[in-house]
Structures are given as structure tokens and as C-alpha cells.
């Protein structure tokens, strides 16, 4: 049997999307992995969300690019190691959740020599957007 909270209580906080039961195991558990303000998010009326799943074998490196909106990158495997213009470069390990900003310069590398990196990528853009632009 579920229970209802009111609406105020709903609202505050991290109680919002937290459900209730009558039994102690019946309530989800919720904890906050990571949590940003940020700007450049779309401003259509419809946008699309994108999840993407990434993977660069030691060695690799991604090309020389910009995002329009900013992309949420979170490391599952691995360290990927990312080169934003105009600040030192910086390892996001397995676990980590970092905002790349929309209008940077940037490429990112897998430095290892026997470990991927692997990550989920999400972000939201007008729809039909290319993920990223490059950038000479």
C-alpha cells in the first residue's frame, strides 16, 4: 500500500521523484551523482536528448572539436583525459562525472596502454544537431 506526501514536501529538496511505501524496502533510493549549473542549454521549443555510449582504445584520441551545447561525460572504464582550450589538461577516471562547456576548444585522449575508456555521454540539443564541430 503507498502512502502520499503533500505537495510542499514533494517539492523540497531531494524528495522529488522519491516514492513512499508502507513497506520500509518500497522506497527508491536516490543519491546525487553529480550536480552542475550550467548555460548554452537549448532554448527551443522541442529539443532531443541524447545518450551515447563512447569507447577509446589506449592510444586513441578524439579530433580537435567544440560541442553548441554543453555534454555531461560519465566514466565507466578507464581514464580519459581531456584538453580543454586554455586550461591545463585533466584525467576524468572510472566513476567520475565531468560538464564539458558548449564553445570550447577541446580533444580528448586515452593515455593508457592496456585499459579502454569507456563512458556515457548525455546532453540535449535541437533536434538533428551534430554532436560536435570541428574545430581547425
Do not use: W
Request: with cysteine.
Amino acid at each position: 500500500m503507498h502512502e502520499t506526501m503533500a505537495t510542499r514536501d514533494a517539492i523540497a529538496g531531494l524528495t522529488v521523484g522519491i516514492t513512499t511505501s508502507a513497506q520500509s524496502s518500497g522506497a527508491a533510493k536516490l543519491s546525487v551523482a553529480y550536480r552542475a549549473a550550467t548555460t548554452d542549454m537549448p532554448t527551443q521549443e522541442t529539443q532531443e536528448i541524447r545518450i551515447l555510449l563512447a569507447r577509446l582504445d589506449p592510444g586513441d584520441c578524439t579530433p580537435h572539436h567544440s560541442h553548441r551545447h554543453p555534454v555531461t561525460v560519465y566514466m565507466l572504464e578507464g581514464t580519459f583525459t581531456l584538453e580543454l582550450e586554455g586550461r591545463a589538461p585533466m584525467e576524468i577516471r572510472a566513476g567520475e562525472v565531468f560538464v564539458e562547456p558548449a564553445h570550447v576548444a577541446m580533444t580528448g585522449r586515452n593515455l593508457s596502454t592496456d585499459t579502454p575508456a569507456r563512458m556515457v555521454i548525455f546532453y540535449a540539443s535541437k533536434p538533428d544537431t551534430p554532436f560536435a564541430d570541428p574545430v581547425a
